[in-house]
């Protein structure tokens, strides 16, 4: 664990610049805002990751939302997926609150970080492949400075399970050959040659798409927090 590192860290990715297309898109959506919210300075910057430093379970999202994220600086914070993925950590004692308004708002997570493959709200929440691979060094680093406590990680949808695998690999678990695919309720156990397995769980992503058809529910999403924090050793709630 190194707490000044891992806050080092989130300093250099909200001053990053490396994608012209994301830095223009982050601006200029800080810049008009959404009438909802234009009495808000948006953060318009990269969103570096959140939760203590010690954490035995990471989540890794897919990027910020243009009006959530990118608008508060803090991930899953101000928009309705992150309103379903807050709830779930509340339901199961893994959240102090069950609601992310502001970066300022007194949440804390109970031995869980939340990260992203991309760092920048992009156009239609779709980075390309070019913009994730450039963001990939930051998830990496992030990894090593985990690893002394970091037990297991849930990675919420397709495109974070494809953008994770080679940071995981990268970082010094091993990927199995074939890579295993992505499904909801996937477990599969990333061995590393100096430390402990990392448990890697997938999950449908929290998005509006798939919480407003049923396609992941309330019951889900709980269901697989909890496989996950008991296989980092974390001790969960039944409510």
Known sequence: MDPSGLARLDRRIAGCRACPRLVDWREEVARTKRAAFADWTYWGRPVPGFGPPDARLLIVGLAPAAHGGNRTGRMFTGDRSGDVLYQALYDVGLASQPASVHAGDGLELYGVRVTSPVHCAPPANKPTPAERDACRPWLVRELHLLRPTLRAALVLGAFGWQAALPAFAEAGWTVPRPR??????????????????????GCFHVSQRNTFTGRLTPEMLREVLRSAAGAAGLPTTKG
């Open 180 to 201: 295993p695919a992505f499904a909801h309720g996937a477990h599969v156990a990333l061995d590393a040659a100096d430390g402990p397995a990392l448990q890697l769980f």
